[in-house]
């Protein structure tokens, strides 16, 4: 079970931090990835961490922006997000598959609810 957290409303340059819990008989050995759904749009990839700590893949439109990290003592995965723009409103959710591939494209075996972010200008 993945349970998002630390979405909320903030104006246009503001930095928040998401966190997502895993609980339940969840294997440590799973990659870790953040997805986004704005309004009438497809959920789209934002950003991954491999099962280690050490791999990481951004969306380019978040690169330099957003910086995930997990600690898996507490089987957390954070996503900062930094600089906000209104575009980056969206419901937030994290994912996890223990396939790479799978986790990118988004075919992830584990999926959490979502937790909102607004962005106002």
């Known amino acids: 079970q993945l349970v998002e957290s630390g979405g909320g409303l903030v104006q246009a340059g503001d930095s928040l931090r998401l966190s997502c819990a895993a609980s339940g008989p969840f294997s440590l050995v799973y990659n870790i990835g953040w997805f986004r759904q704005a309004p009438s749009k497809e959920r789209d990839f934002v950003a991954a961490?491999?099962?280690?700590?050490?791999?990481?893949q951004y969306d380019p439109s978040v690169n330099v922006r957003f910086f995930i990290s997990r600690d898996n003592d507490k089987y957390m995965v954070y996503l900062r997000l930094n600089s906000l723009e209104p575009a980056d409103t969206a419901l937030y959710y994290c994912?996890?598959?223990?396939?790479?591939?799978?986790?990118?494209?988004?075919?992830?075996?584990?999926w959490g609810h979502g937790t909102q972010v607004t962005v106002t200008s």
């Open positions: 994912a996890a598959d223990d396939k790479w591939g799978k986790m990118i494209a988004g075919q992830n075996e584990y």
């Open positions: 961490i491999d099962w280690i700590g050490t791999g990481t």
